[in-house]
């Protein structure tokens, strides 16, 4: 494995603590003793400092990638119904970047609760995507954002089939091009919006049945505002799609749900791709197995596997 090319950093909690104090006096209520960690990889080191999280990227590049998604959040974030992170960047004086917020309450909504607080959950969700999916593009000049447009979905496709190739069997290859060629032509008629770009199960917060928050902001970009009632359906089901519509009434158009056809196939090739990429096998093979079933089923191309973003 070829080394990072940007720098290194890992400092410790005796080392960001005075910095972060000294920066944020405000923030009286930091653990003086080490707070337990609840992520150190080759990312990024992550506190669970409650009542907050801190976070340490380790190379330069996630350092500025945290500084966009910080960014984003300040713009959008009033402008959204539900909790978001409040982030706050400080610099170390030896280089490197920490990112502390509160903690928002709640778990990942990974299932769904009984009938009654499912429509409560999805009515607020679909709140959330109509709020979201209305912030005017111009209020986020100045933050560059990427585009998820024809030109995009043509390149992910020709790079998607290509790699694989070796893992599909030619009918549901060949069935990836034709709904991605198919979809491409409908996306010339969509209208961009600001999406969040991973809005799953993972992502989205819950405690005793309500929505508590939305986290994860850094896949933000401007696209098909059926990418994100795509997640949701990957997460809980088609049908849940209909109790959203309730407050968001394009997650019933018929052209929507054409679209989140192919943006569940799509993600499924984006589970095979991740584990082609890191060596995973088993995501390899579950994402591969979903494509297949996924271009199988002509009748019905939105029924199939159900993943998690």
Partial sequence: MRPHP?????????EILPVIRRALP??????????????????AIVWQAAPYIVRVPRHDDRAKALRHEAAILRTI????PLPTPDVHLVDLPHGGTVAIHRA??????MTLPGADETDCL????????????????????GIALPVANRGHWRAWLRDATRRLAPH?????????DEAGASFRDALAAVSPVVIHGDFGGSNILAQDGAI???IDFGSVQVGDPASDLAGLAAS??????????VTYPLAADPDVRSRIAFYRLAFAAMDALYGLDHADDHALRAGIAGVAQLASDDASPASGTSRQT
């Fill in 77 to 80: 974030g009033p402008l959204l």
């Fill in 236 to 245: 809980y089901g088609l049908p849940f799609l209909d109790r959203v519509a």
């Fill in 212 to 214: 508590t928050g939305v």
């Fill in 168 to 176: 599909l069997d030619p009918a549901s290859l060949q069935r990836l």
């Fill in 26 to 43: 405000t923030l009286d209520d930091l653990p003086t003793d080490e707070p337990p960690r609840i992520e150190s990889g080759q990312n």
């Fill in 6 to 14: 940007a720098s290194s950093i890992s400092p410790g909690w005796p």
């Fill in 104 to 109: 928002l309450p709640g778990q990942p909504l």
């Fill in 122 to 141: 999805a009515g607020t969700l679909g709140g959330f995507l109509r709020d979201l999916h209305a912030i005017p593009l111009p209020a986020l000049d």
